[in-house]
């Protein structure tokens, strides 16, 4: 048996950072930053142009029909090149919600023109991931939501949101239908567009075909183990420039990368990260195929990686001395990306705290 990726996948993902060496090097992620575009509309298009924003659409609706496993190598590569895109609601977990709990009639409004990416999906389910902050949370009554969705992901651009209420349904929310109100916030990684929803009697389609407890949960999966790919990517890319900058600076006449210390730092990176990406793709299989395991390894892996990615942001950094903090180097967007990682869709804490309850350790 081989405990590896096929050819294919192997291909995918050379294909994948190919294109974006390409597409999105780090002048263009510095203009998209600084620039406050939503997203880099022509970086997703050629991520399009390659099937990434069907993935996991059914080949019948215009996707890919791949797994979890195939997206968290495109996740993972990425967070490599900090790629300002809207992959994460709109290619992962937009699809997830309605091809579990969405009626036929909105499969097929919705999923060939996600696939197709004539459309951007935003999903909103902060409060069913980290828990309800500063009384925030939906009301559903009537096909009618109130009140409001902090950090929805994949925010600028949006031209509809899937959105959690506090009962656990999931309704589907137009950009532009009337009462709601969109707002913005500013987070420390610019690559990415988070908002603030607000709801005041918004109609809403519910997404009610199914289990929709079950399926907001592989919504919460899915997220989970793109997060911690893409934390894995933005790391590798943090250790590679590290141990890059350390055979170039030179200090007392010799490179750093000769002295002792800068050796055992840039090995520890690479000892504590690595593990990490059998984590991933194992938690990433088993959503697809081990669904009794699913939402435990997703929390494994998103705790994990948030904990390590933070030590390899800092020591990566600290390589760099005084260096590594300018914007001309730009390893802040690394740095940054790990940070929000961290905290997007539950932080480590929250998710421990969610594995040990599903080991029956620890009260819900």
Known sequence: MEFGLSEDQRLMQESVGRTLEKVSPLERVRKAADGGEDYARDVWQALVELGVSGMLIPEAEGGMGLGLLDAALVSEALGRHVAPVPFLASGVMAPVALLGAGSRAQQEAYLPKLAAGEVIAGVAISERASGARDKA??????????????????????????????????????????????????????????????????????????????????????????????????????????????????????????????????????????????????????????????????????????????????????????MGFTDLLGLHYWFKRIGLDRQLLGSPERARHDAAVLQGWAAD
């Not at 030179?250 to 490179?255: E, H, L």
């Open 137 to 322: 949370g939906v009301t559903a009554r009537n096909g009618k939501l109130n009140g409001t969705a902090l950090f929805a992901v994949d925010f600028g651009g949006a031209d509809f949101f899937i959105v959690g209420d506090r009962e656990g349904g999931l309704h589907l929310v137009r950009a532009d239908a009337p009462g709601l109100a969109r707002k913005r916030l500013t987070t420390i990684d610019l690559t990415r567009s988070i908002g603030e929803l607000g709801f005041s009697d918004v109609e809403a389609e519910p997404l009610a075909s199914g289990d929709v407890a079950a399926t907001s949960r592989r919504m919460l999966d899915a997220g989970r183990v793109m997060l911690a790919a893409d934390t894995l990517g933005a790391g590798w890319m943090m250790i590679d420039k590290a141990v890059d900058y350390a055979k170039e600076r030179k200090q007392f006449g010799r490179v750093i990368g000769s002295f002792q210390a800068v050796k055992h730092m840039c090995a520890e990176m690479a000892a504590e990260l690595e593990p990490g990406r059998s984590l991933v793709w194992y938690a990433a299989h088993a959503f697809d195929a081990i669904p009794g395991e699913a939402s435990l390894m997703a929390a494994h892996a998103k705790a994990h990686l948030a904990e390590v990615g933070r030590f390899v942001a800092r020591t990566a950094t600290e390589v760099h001395g005084g």
